[in-house]
């Protein structure tokens, strides 16, 4: 299920990362409500960073 709705996005147009950290979430206000606008993740098999700014962000996390 979880491939099935990560490849759907990536023909919509979307960027998917797989054995991400997140180490930075932005943020803005808007109308005294905070909101999410991107994060600052680093691959965790390569060492790139990369910096995103979406309209919708899904995140599943697994504590090891």
Known sequence: MCIAIAL???RL????ANHAEVLELNKYTSDG???LCGAKA???LTGV???NTE???VSYGHKS
């Not at 147009?13 to 998917?16: D, I, K, L």
């Open 13 to 16: 147009g979307a960027n998917v």
């Open 49 to 51: 960073f990369c910096f």
């Open 42 to 44: 680093k691959d965790r």
């Open 55 to 57: 309209m919708c962000t």
């Open 8 to 10: 759907t996005a990536v």
């Open 33 to 35: 409500k905070l909101v």
